[in-house]
T-cell receptor
Framework: DAKTTQPNSMESNEEEPVHLPCNHS???????IHWYRQLPSQGPEYVIH?????VNNRMASLAIAEDRKSSTLILHRATLRDAAVYYC?????????????WGAGTKLIIKP | EAQVTQNPRYLITVTGKKLTVTCSQN?????MSWYRQDPGLGLRQIYY???????DKGDVPEGYKVSRKEKRNFPLILESPSPNQTSLYFC???????????FGPGTRLTVL
């Protein structure tokens, strides 16, 4: 499985945009890029996913590099409720097990 | 409300006493999965099920059993729990690739 690399932690101020980077230099053509987050004492929560084009939803935006070797999760206006561990995960569309391979993620700290 | 439910949420038991953690989803998802989360090791898949009566091992299946007799339910069975199975357990469900996975709230298990 292709691996992802994320910073261990990041800090941001409340109501400012946050850019969470993820490197995945060994990504294959059938790998989707997924982002999940885990708030304290809760189960993981889906944020967004994409294949090649940038994606937007109500929670965030996903910017994917042209060569697909990196991506950035963008929270447009962080709130205290966005403090969580954010996981960047690659999922192979051809994999019959829809398993998510979890790394350590990035702990996002939001300062009031 | 679309959700994955787990019961119990917290359980303290003793070595060797059989237990079952239930998981149920109301989204008519075919795919269901169990993960365990341990500090420093992240989330690891225990078992998964592609559909009724179809189950397969994940990365850490030793000491666990599952069954999938109905589409909505996917119980995790520990026939003879041991202290190394003390962990936080999450059940997840999905429509399939590349759709998002929905996670339950977690079950914190302590085996003494």
């Amino acid at each position: 499985d292709a691996k992802t690399t994320q910073p261990n932690s990041m800090e941001s101020n409340e109501e400012e945009p946050v850019h969470l980077p993820c490197n995945h230099s060994t990504i294959s053509g059938t790998d989707y890029i997924h982002w999940y987050r885990q708030l304290p004492s809760q189960g993981p929560e889906y944020v967004i996913h994409g294949l090649t084009s940038n994606v937007n939803n109500r929670m965030a935006s996903l910017a994917i590099a042209e060569d697909r070797k990196s991506s950035t999760l963008i929270l447009h206006r962080a709130t205290l409720r966005d403090a969580a561990v954010y996981y960047c995960i690659l999922r192979d569309l051809m994999d019959s097990n829809y398993q998510l391979i979890w790394g350590a993620g990035t702990k996002l700290i939001i300062k009031p | 409300e679309a959700q994955v439910t787990q019961n119990p949420r917290y359980l303290i038991t003793v070595t060797g006493k059989k237990l079952t953690v239930t998981c149920s989803q109301n989204m008519n998802h075919e795919y269901m999965s169990w993960y365990r989360q341990d500090p420093g090791l992240g989330l690891r898949q225990i078992y998964y099920s592609m559909n009724v009566e179809v189950t397969d091992k994940g990365d850490v299946p030793e000491g666990y059993k599952v069954s999938r007799k109905e589409k909505r339910n996917f119980p995790l069975i520990l026939e003879s729990p041991s202290p190394n199975q003390t962990s936080l357990y999450f059940c997840a469900s999905s429509l399939g690739q590349p759709n998002e996975q929905f996670f339950g709230p977690g079950t914190r298990l302590t085996v003494l």
